[in-house]
């Protein structure tokens, strides 16, 4: 079935130097993505979203990239802090039927930044 | 008021209990899910409401039961709950279910079946 998913699982970055996570979907009809943040032990927090007729996507520190030719999206973060140690998830928001979006997880990636 | 509220934060109940989840928000959304996450993967969507109708229910057993009381409240009853029932039960609101924007989500109920 047609599913959302990541390259790497696990992520290790130095304090300061940039993050960059990946997720594959293989939804063609997919139009919207959203990247969320899970510490331990808290729900998911809405990071910043894209949608289809987009590329490119900034927030503060973080830039969301979006590669519908291959299908491809991408989470990079600047400066990457201590706080930014989380999983985190791509999600993409179907519509298997007529007015009626799911959003849908890929499987995360484990950011670990070492001080 | 952005915040998606669940209680209990954690709940630990036998196999023969019934108990209730409980979630609120105050933001106006229409469309509210609850999702189940297990330790190390992705949350999984059981229940989605809009405009307090059941619209999808994702082959969940019969042992959990949603109820959408009123547009501010959804509630996930629980009964005859397995040991591998045992995760994470997070709930989420967004705008309107055929709107296409970002769901909000609780802090979870960590619930634990004994």
């Known amino acids: 079935g047609e599913s959302v998913g990541l390259h790497l699982p696990t992520l290790s970055v130095q304090e300061g130097d940039n993050s960059i996570i990946n997720c594959a979907y293989s939804?063609?009809?997919?139009?919207?993505f959203i990247w969320y943040k899970q510490e331990s032990g808290k729900g998911p927090q809405f990071i910043i979203d894209?949608?289809?007729?987009?590329d490119k996507r900034q927030g503060q520190r973080v830039t969301v990239l979006l590669n519908k030719t291959v299908k491809h999206l991408s989470l990079q973060i600047a400066a990457t802090q201590p706080g930014d140690s989380a999983v985190y998830f791509c999600a993409e928001n179907r519509l298997p039927g007529a007015g009626s979006y799911q959003l849908t997880f890929g499987k995360g990636t484990k950011l670990s930044v070492i001080p | 008021d952005t915040e998606v509220t669940q209680t209990p934060k954690h709940l630990v109940m036998g196999m023969t209990n019934k108990k209730s989840l409980k979630c609120e928000q105050h933001?106006?959304?229409?469309?509210m899910y609850w999702y189940k996450q297990k330790a190390k993967k992705p949350p999984e969507l059981m229940f989605v409401y809009s405009y307090e109708k059941l619209s999808i229910n994702e082959s969940v057993p019969s042992r959990f039961s949603p109820e959408c009381p009123n547009s501010s409240l959804l509630n996930l009853h629980l009964h005859a709950l397995q040991p591998e029932d045992s995760a994470l039960y997070l709930c989420a609101s967004s705008h309107q279910q055929d709107l296409n924007t970002e769901a909000f989500f609780g802090q979870g109920t960590r619930l634990t079946v004994v």
């Open positions: 933001m106006g959304h229409r469309a």
């Open positions: 939804n063609s009809a997919s139009d919207y």
């Open positions: 894209i949608r289809s007729n987009m």
